[in-house]
């Protein structure tokens, strides 16, 4: 994939889910430019597989895995080739293999049990291998001893909490921040906003009860839902060029990225 080039895949309806688009990509595109065609990459996490596929463009050998089967089918049926295939994962072991680079994005923030996910990475890497992730920079999003807003994450990671968990099992592990242009950066911090006032006003968090598909309806039927065209506008100006990776502001980035060895 190109600097610049611009993917409208059917995966949003707004500016900020646009941006989530991007940010997830981004951390794909960084990856992608560590690895080498005779390599062998793990994408855990891999969901629809569109990343997945980007990393495989390299020439490496990609295995991706998800705990959700729908997603595997999916994946397969649009990017299986025969370098960039797709399996399900219990969520427990990785019994794939063994890896020169795993990668894992926005995904452990999702995971109970995160310290047997970070040993079971450590366990397929070959010796050099590299392990590269990303998850949201809980500085940024939630308020202090304040549950995450997001209904599916178990917890969210400071950089302090991530570089402890992730030297369990790595002996170095350098930790960065997510940046992108002062125009999607405070899309985002007004996304954020939001949810934290909704979040203020649910100290029960019962909303955590209603079920996914419902807020999936409601969602959709928003009053400030971006227009088409307002959103054809915004993905024509803004692009993967909008990102970048920085070591010196981290504690204000909107995610976290660990490269671990």
């Given at each position: 994939m190109k600097t610049g080039e611009r993917?409208?895949?059917?995966?949003?309806?707004?500016?900020?889910?646009?941006?989530l688009y991007l940010r997830h990509l981004f951390a794909y595109r960084f990856a992608a430019?560590?690895?080498r065609a005779d390599q062998a990459i793990l994408d855990v996490g891999s969901g629809t597989g569109?990343?997945?596929?980007?990393?495989a463009e390299t020439g490496a050998a990609v295995i991706g895995t998800d705990i959700d089967d729908a997603s595997i089918s999916e994946a397969t049926a649009a990017y299986g080739t025969e370098r960039c295939s797709f399996v399900p994962y219990d969520g427990r072991r990785l019994s794939f293999g063994a890896f020169n680079m795993v990668t894992s994005?926005?995904?452990?923030?999702?995971?109970e049990d995160d310290r047997n996910f970070v040993a079971e990475v450590r366990r397929?890497?070959?010796?050099?291998?590299?392990?590269?992730l990303t998850t949201p920079n809980r500085l940024t999003r939630v308020p202090v001893r304040r549950k995450p807003w997001n209904r599916f994450h178990v917890r969210e990671y400071t950089p302090a909490d991530l570089r402890v968990l992730l030297e369990s099992s790595f002996a170095r592990t350098a930790i960065e921040g997510v940046r992108a242009s002062a125009a999607i950066e405070s899309i985002e911090r007004k996304r954020v906003a939001a949810a934290n006032r909704i979040a203020g006003l649910d100290p029960l968090n019962l909303r955590h009860l209603v079920p996914a598909a419902l807020i999936a309806v409601l969602a959709n039927r928003r009053s400030d839902r971006t227009?088409?065209?307002?959103?054809?506008?915004?993905?024509?100006?803004?692009?993967?060029?909008?990102?970048?990776?920085s070591s010196e502001t981290v504690e204000d980035a909107m995610d976290l990225m660990?490269?671990?060895?």
């Open positions: 993917l409208v895949p059917d995966l949003y309806r707004s500016e900020p889910e646009y941006i430019a560590m690895a569109y990343g997945t596929r980007l990393l994005f926005q995904t452990i923030e999702h995971v397929v890497l070959r010796p050099g291998g590299t392990f590269v227009s088409d065209r307002d959103l054809e506008r915004f993905t024509r100006t803004h692009s993967l060029d909008d990102f970048y990776a660990a490269i671990c060895r």
